[in-house]
């Protein structure tokens, strides 16, 4: 099981990303999968989660700003980011396979992660 993110970057606050995970070696459609997020200095936090229905729940740091969505046909985990801010400036990891779909679940397979800059 391998999970791959791209689309990172630097952007002024305001502006938009869209992250990109592609994922191979398993059943794809069957499991949940998220995006977390770590900034230097502070703990890992969930961003946003979506479920194999297209089921999503954020973060309230992130509500109406952020929005997860997965493509099962080619195996991809998306998550548009607009009105972007300092304070999202964090190493963003997708995240497939918990025990259930959710923020505090912990997840089995982890991509890399995509750095993601937003300055003032």
């Known amino acids: 099981v391998q999970l791959a993110e791209s689309g990172g970057g630097s952007v002024q606050s305001g502006g938009s990303l869209i992250l990109s995970c592609t994922a191979s070696?398993?059943?794809?459609?069957?499991?949940?999968k998220a995006w977390f997020r770590q900034a230097p200095g502070k703990e890992r936090e969930g961003v946003a989660a979506?479920?194999?229905?297209?089921?999503?729940l954020y973060a309230d740091s992130v509500k109406g700003r952020f929005t997860i969505s997965l493509d099962n046909a080619k195996k991809m985990l998306y998550l548009q980011m607009n009105s972007l801010k300092p304070e999202d400036t964090a190493m963003y990891y997708c995240?497939?396979?918990?025990?259930?779909?959710?923020?505090?679940?912990?997840?089995?397979?982890w991509g890399q992660g995509t750095q993601v800059t937003v300055s003032s």
């Open positions: 979506i479920d194999s229905d297209g089921s999503a």
């Open positions: 070696g398993w059943m794809y459609s069957s499991n949940c």
């Open positions: 995240a497939a396979d918990a025990l259930g779909c959710g923020l505090d679940y912990e997840y089995n397979y």
